[in-house]
């Protein structure tokens, strides 16, 4: 009998021993898939960032061509405020 009862202990230790393995199997499957789904999501991170990096270049160049617009807008305007201010002295009566 008492070799019956070592055996149902000794049976009984391995099932929860199993049965910890098995947890651990568990936990160590899901860290796996937690781990690909963040690589994923970092990759879709810097997908994104090298997107909008390239937005942002596109942004500062369309900046800079309106500054350069602007310049020239506002130079033909003070050139033609000048003109317009000579040809009303010269037709201002003295």
Known sequence: MAGTEKLDEAFDRFERALRQFEAAVGRTQQTEKRAETLAGEAEALRRDRARL??????????????????????????????????????????
């Open 53 to 94: 990096a390239h937005e942002l270049d596109l942004v500062r160049s369309k900046a800079g061509e309106l500054v350069d617009t602007s310049k020239q807008a506002a130079g033909k305007i003070d050139a033609a405020m000048s003109r317009i201010r000579a040809v009303l002295h010269s037709n201002s009566p003295d």
